[in-house]
């Protein structure tokens, strides 16, 4: 659901956005120059590997290089923010849990990372639901924050000198690029500018006439220096960023002292709604869930409003399968599910390493040196931000649903 102006917006979000940019670079007036910055969701990288036949790590290598090809001066990967978001969603579900008989809305906690249900949310929901929602930004809307904040500083640039392209799995992350929290007017600068879809890249290789086989391999960009981007890795969960069992195994250590190596998943109505729980001295002590697609978000909602609602915290993603299978990149021409190639990507997805967001150095040195420490007003500011029910009433007429 959006309104007029936000779908006009949303339709700039294309490949001519980024050719405009490339263009104007290859101009005399160097003052309107942009350092052009790309930024790839893990979930993105499958799509690559499985459409071209190729590991994952060539692919992210190929996929940069075709990038520069064009002109990008900088390719990341954004398991860095997703790596910030999940340790900043671990530490606020632990504190909702401590308080939750001093606030109402303390628990049930929802995870905040899908654009989709996150405007479902604010758009049709009320406050009832929108003050359970983590206030974690998304990966997509750190990454921002790190590539026009720190990275920006590291190259002694201003924010508005860098144009910043996300590529990821689903259109709903260019509603999300759009939002009024992720913009910093002093420098008239959005977090990130553009997000084109997994299968927008593929477009604009076929207009080049270029296979990803045919590419040279480039390595990843590190936001660090010189250094560049190792293998690929990713978190813990089938077919996201993992929210459930980070956020599952690091509140049984806080909380109950429990390690938790394994998590086994129960699939009730179907295989998109499913829960994780933890026993203790035969006490349930904590019960999750995951549930993507709407049937299972409405059905959620449904509880919670009838205060049947069962769970402490649910990841909930707006696409069933979950975000392998946005609808940027698991289509077939006519708009149905490619299964034949969700089917490789996962394949792929669940063969690359896991690796904890504790174990990153990275994330450990930038809260002390960029974030002024966990704890700092800095971390709320930056990586943070506040979700709530949207009074559309004057503009009923005008949003499209």
Known sequence: ?????????????????????LNL????DTSKHKVLAVSICPQSLPYFAAKFNLCVN????????????????????????????????????????????????????????CPGWIRYAERVLTNLVTSHICTAKSPQ?????????????????SPDKIFHVIVAPCYDKKLEALREDFYTALYNSQEVDCVLTSGEIVQIMEQKNVSMKDVTEVAVDSLFDEIKEGDVVRHDGKRSDGYLEHIFKHAAKELF???????TYKALKNKDFQEVTLEKDGETVLRFAAAYGFRNIQNMVLKLKKGKFLYHFVEVLACP???LNGKGQAQTEDGKPDKALLNQMEEVYAAIPVRLPETNMHVQQMYQDWLEGMDSKKVQETLHTKYSAVNQTANNLDIKW
């Open 1 to 21: 659901c959006m309104t007029s102006e936000e779908g006009a917006r949303v339709f700039q979000q294309n490949q001519k956005e980024l050719f405009r940019i």
């Open 321 to 323: 399968g979950g975000c």
């Open 58 to 113: 060539d692919a992210a290598k190929r996929l940069c290089g075709f990038l520069k090809s064009l002109g990008v001066h900088y390719v990341f990967d954004t398991t860095i923010a997703a790596d910030f978001s999940i340790l900043e969603s671990q530490r606020e579900f632990v504190q909702r849990y401590q308080r939750r008989n001093q606030e109402e809305h303390a628990l049930p906690m929802f995870a905040s990372a």
């Open 141 to 157: 809307q750190i990454m921002g924050s790190l590539v026009k904040g720190y990275f920006a500083r590291q190259q002694n640039l």
């Open 25 to 28: 670079n290859k101009k005399c």
């Open 257 to 263: 002292g429990m390690d938790v190596k394994e998590i």
